[in-house]
């Protein structure tokens, strides 16, 4: 569906993706994982036409996507849910969404459909649909931030950290609501920090470093990997980092 050929990107003089290679087949989830400053952003800008390539290619279902411009990525129903949010906090949630379904209003579901399911999805969105979008508490802004998205019918999401700075509580709310959706057909990029629960929702990953891609395996791959628990897992169970329990490799 979506594949990326040796992209690189650069900002000014300074390449940050060095040749990526990516294939995310209909229905997946890819997670890509990494450390602060890995790329991991400007991956999914680079997908999402942000920010221009200075090599290699991305295609959709056959069609040159990196040579389109922000709005025609959009209008292929390819939808960023941006890092930090970056709702429009003076205006309401239920303004928030409409604006969401703007590049799509005169195609697909009815608009009216369509916030009905993302109430669905999230009530307590419902329950605050006359609020300012900035007062929201950050797990709510992050439902909104998808909800927007899902008010535009992507058929590829890609979401830049979404359970940054959020309770776990919250963190798993949300992730259950994206397994839904990924089991109603919807495909995602996921980038992550938490590279535990990305794992846990994911079907492959990616592991960057400086603009490469380092690793790609199974989430159950990753998951047992031995490398992957010693840098990305944290120091659980008293940091028995690299101990290799091994699992499925
Ligand atoms: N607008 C920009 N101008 C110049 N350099 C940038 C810009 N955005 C990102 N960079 C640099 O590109 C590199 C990759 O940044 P990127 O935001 O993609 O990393 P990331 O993996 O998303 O990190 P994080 O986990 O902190 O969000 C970093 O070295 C960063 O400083
Ligand atoms: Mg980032």
Redesign the pocket.
């Known amino acids: 569906m979506l594949e990326l050929r040796d992209i690189r990107a650069a900002?000014g003089k300074?390449e940050?993706l060095h040749g990526l290679d990516l294939t995310v087949a209909a229905g997946e989830i890819i997670t890509v994982i990494?450390a602060?400053?890995?790329?991991?952003?400007?991956l999914l800008k680079a997908i999402s036409g942000l920010v221009k390539l200075s090599g290699g290619s991305i295609a959709l279902d056959g069609e040159r996507l990196d040579t389109l411009s922000v709005e025609q990525v959009v209008s292929r129903r390819l939808i960023q849910v941006p890092?930090g949010r970056q709702l429009f906090g003076p205006l309401t949630v239920a303004e928030n969404l409409a604006l969401g379904s703007y590049s799509r209003r005169r195609k697909g579901t009815p608009v009216t459909e369509r916030l009905k399911k993302v109430f669905a999805l999230f009530p307590r969105l419902e329950e605050r649909k006359g609020q300012q979008a900035g007062t929201l508490s950050g797990g709510e802004q992050q439902m909104l931030a998808i909800g927007r998205a899902l008010m535009a019918e992507p058929r590829i999401l890609l979401l830049d950290?979404p359970s940054m700075g959020l309770a776990p509580i919250i963190v798993r709310d949300i992730f259950a609501t994206l397994r839904t959706l990924n089991q109603e057909g919807l495909t995602m990029v996921l980038v992550e920090?938490d590279a535990r629960i990305a794992l846990s929702l994911a079907h492959r990953g990616l592991v960057m470093e400086r603009g490469r891609i380092v690793l790609a395996d199974t989430s159950q791959g990753l998951l047992a990997n031995p490398e992957v628990q010693a840098i990305y897992f944290g120091q659980r169970a008293g940091g028995r980092a690299g101990a290799g329990s091994g699992g499925g490799r």
Do not use: F
């Not at 602060?36 to 400007?42: L, P, Q």
């Open positions: 900002y300074i940050v990494g602060n400053g890995a790329g991991k952003s400007t890092e950290e920090q």
